[in-house]
Structures are given as C-alpha cells and as structure tokens.
C-alpha cells in the first residue's frame, strides 16, 4: 500500500514544484522578457486565481475518471507547459505556459489526497494525506531552491526544462508502476458538493485556509527579489535562504500529520497561531 502513495507524492513533489518554482525565478524572468518585477508576479496572481476559479468546478468533473490515466494526463500537460515555459520569447507566453499546469493542479492534488485515503482507510487519513503533503513540502524544501540555484548557474530558462523532463518521467513512473484503480464511489453532482459550503466548520477551514495562505505567499511570492534587491544577496544564498524555509516547512508536515489523527480542530488551531 505504500508505494503508490509514495509515487503519488514523488508526483506531487513535481506537480508542486512547477506551480512554487517561478517565486525564485521571478527577478531573472523579469530581466530575461523585459518586464517589472511586478509585472512578472502576475504570472503568481494568474496560476492562484486560475487554481482557486476554476479549481473545484474542474475537480468535480474529473473525479469521474480512473485516476491512473488522469494522473499521467496531468502530469504530461506538466511536461508540455514547462516546455512551453523554458522556451518563452515574452510574457504572453509565459502566461499561456503558466495557465496550462494551473488547470491540472487542483484535479491532481484533491483527487491523490482522496485516493491515498482510500488506499489507508479514515483511521489513517491524516497520515497518509502528510505522506502525500511531503510532496508539497519537498517542493519548497528542495525544488524551489534547487531551480534558483540552477537559474543562477545555467538561467532560469533550464530550470523549466529540467522541470519539463523529470514531469515527463514521473508520467512514465506512474504509468509502469501505478495500479489501476475502478472508480466506484457513487456519481456525485457539482450541486451537492457545493452544499457543503453550508457547514460552518467547512466555511470556517475554508476563511482559515484563505488567510493562512495568503498571508504567506504574499510575502514568499516577492522574497526571491526581496533578498536580491534589498539584502544584495547572489542567486546562490537566496537558493539557501529559500531551503531553510522550506526545512521548517518539512518539520511542521511531520508533526501536523500525526497532530491532524488525534486531534484535528486543536492541530488546525495551533499551526494557524503559529
């Protein structure tokens, strides 16, 4: 049972990557296409509000599907639009480039998070949701840094394409290894999932969910250029500033998961305070 939750979130690890991995690249894509700083952070702004949009109206249609096709589908369309990215000639296309994996990213992330509970069962769900979350956190552990520092060395440029060629093979990875899994939860229309917004405590982990994670990637979207500008810090310390980060951010997915079984209204409180 654990492989396919560790290659779900090897998965995920890429998945995520290509959505975090431009906050490093930001002020060397801005120089490359000759735009603002700011400008370039509408690339972010477009991926969020693609993802937040259009996410749960995607999500609802897709969870229709056998998820071993959808899942190297999407990753794929990973392998295209990073493509697309390392060959960008200016901004418009770099937001087609950036558009095209915003679409994938919420199917894939709600529906591995609910397959890999699935394959544990509900006693097990907080942890196996962590296994899947180490995903994420490898992202900006490793992946957001690693592509600073590889920008800084061969241009940001090569940082896509290698992002393109490890998507491409975490489609192969899925599509040698991943079982086939039958879809047999009953069809469950768009209607009535949006009657969930009726609980107060899922609007309120929503509204919570909301703040948390805008107050943070407001400031992590910019700290790449931040670090750069005011601190006069080199590619290669803001790649190592942005690996610190993401370690505390390893830390916390360890302790939440095991937190989250036990006691998930007090774990969800407390990371939120902290």
């Known amino acids: 049972m654990l492989l396919p939750i560790l290659l779900l979130s090897a998965a995920g690890f890429t998945v995520l990557t290509t959505e975090f991995i431009i906050v490093g690249l930001l002020p060397a894509i801005a120089r490359d296409l000759e735009v603002s700083v700011p400008q370039a952070g509408l690339l972010v702004t477009l991926f969020a509000f693609t993802v937040a949009a259009l996410g749960p109206f995607l999500t609802a249609y897709f969870a229709r599907f056998p998820r071993k096709p959808l899942f190297i589908a999407i990753l794929l369309m ?103 899994t039958q879809v047999v939860k009953a069809h469950v229309t768009l209607r009535s999932q949006f009657g969930l917004l009726r609980s107060p405590l899922m609007m309120g982990h929503i509204v919570l969910s909301v703040l948390v994670f805008s107050g943070m990637f407001t400031a992590y979207t910019y700290l790449a250029d931040i670090l750069e500008r005011l601190a006069g810090f080199d590619g290669n310390v803001v790649g190592w500033c942005l690996m610190g980060f993401g370690a505390v951010g390893l830390i916390g997915n360890s302790l939440g998961g095991r937190m989250v079984d036990r006691h998930p209204l007090i774990a969800s409180m407390v990371f939120a305070l902290s």
């Open 78 to 180: 990973f392998a295209f639009a990073n493509t697309v990215a390392a060959l960008a000639p200016n901004i418009w296309v770099m937001a087609f480039a950036r558009l095209l994996p915003a679409l994938g990213l919420p199917v894939f992330w709600a529906l591995a998070s609910e397959t890999a509970v699935d394959i544990v069962g509900p006693e097990y769900a907080g942890r196996a949701i962590a296994k899947i979350g180490f995903g994420i956190v490898c992202a900006t552990v490793f992946g957001i840094p690693v592509g600073t520092l590889i920008s800084d060395a061969w241009g940001w440029r090569s940082a896509f394409g290698i992002l393109a060629v490890v998507a491409l093979a975490k489609a192969l990875l899925l599509w040698v290894y991943l079982p086939a």
